[in-house]
C-alpha cells in the first residue's frame, strides 16, 4: 500500500484484515509527517511550547516524544 487512492480504498474495506492493515500504514504516515513537521518547526525557532499547541497535547507530551529523537538532517530543496 503506497499510494494514497489506494490506501483510501483499503481503509473503507468491509476485509478486516485490509482496513487494520490500512489502519497501521495510515498511523505510520501521521507518525513519519508529525516527526518531520516537528523538526521543521526546530528548525524555523519554535519552542516545544508553540508545537505543542499546534499539535494540542501539553508541552511536556510532545517534549518527551521529540526532544530524544534524532531530527531530520537533509531538507526538501536545500543542499
Known amino acids: ?12 474495506s468491509p476485509d478486516p484484515r485490509i482496513g487494520l492493515r490500512a489502519a497501521v500504514a495510515l498511523r505510520r504516515l501521521a507518525d513519519a ?5 516537528v523538526d521543521n518547526a526546530r528548525r524555523h525557532g519554535w ?7 499546534a499539535l494540542d497535547v501539553s508541552r511536556q507530551a510532545v517534549h518527551k516524544k521529540h526532544a530524544g529523537r534524532n531530527p ?3 531538507e ?4
Open 76 to 79: 526538501m530543496g536545500e543542499q
Open 72 to 74: 531530520v538532517i537533509a
Open 33 to 37: 509527517l508529525e516527526n518531520l513537521q
Open 1 to 12: 500500500m503506497t499510494e494514497a487512492g489506494d490506501l483510501a480504498d483499503a481503509a473503507a
Open 47 to 53: 519552542s516545544w511550547q508553540e508545537i505543542a499547541d
